[in-house]
């Protein structure tokens, strides 16, 4: 079994950075594509960014394409997300999670093809 920690969200002005960290444990991480999602108040938790077991491939939402990037390290068990150019649109908790398929080909969008989320980073941009 996965257990997955984010860590690394805060306060920030629009236009700066932050970088998301998603700690994860178990044995098999390497096994699996990593997704990165995010859930602002009163709205369904949509899909940012994924990445494959092997970390070849990566999928980002549109509307961050060019200031997110993904990343993962499966020999320290960690996933990224490098977000430059904040936006007060950002703003959201945002959350890993595995998908529920090994060694999946396609990278996946869909939050219910996702689990072992963990607890949540809070972001907050600042207008």
């Known amino acids: 079994q996965v257990r997955l920690v984010e860590s690394g969200g805060g306060l920030v002005q629009a236009g700066g950075s932050l970088r998301l960290s998603c700690k994860a444990s178990?044995?098999?991480?390497?096994?699996?594509?990593m997704g990165w999602f995010r859930q602002a108040p009163g709205k369904e938790r949509e899909f940012v960014a994924a990445?494959?077991?092997?970390?070849?491939?990566?999928n980002i939402l549109d509307s961050v394409k060019g200031r997110f990037t993904i990343s993962r390290d499966n020999a320290q068990k960690m996933v990224y997300l490098q977000m430059n150019s904040l936006k007060p649109e950002d703003t959201a908790v945002y959350y890993c999670?595995?998908?529920?398929?090994?060694?999946?080909?396609?990278?996946?969008?869909?939050?219910?093809?996702?689990?072992?989320w963990g607890p949540g980073t809070q972001v907050t941009v600042s207008s």
């Open positions: 999670g595995k998908d529920t398929i090994p060694f999946r080909v396609a990278i996946i969008q869909r939050t219910n093809e996702y689990d072992c």
């Open positions: 178990g044995r098999t991480f390497s096994s699996y594509a």
């Open positions: 990445i494959s077991w092997s970390g070849t491939r990566s």
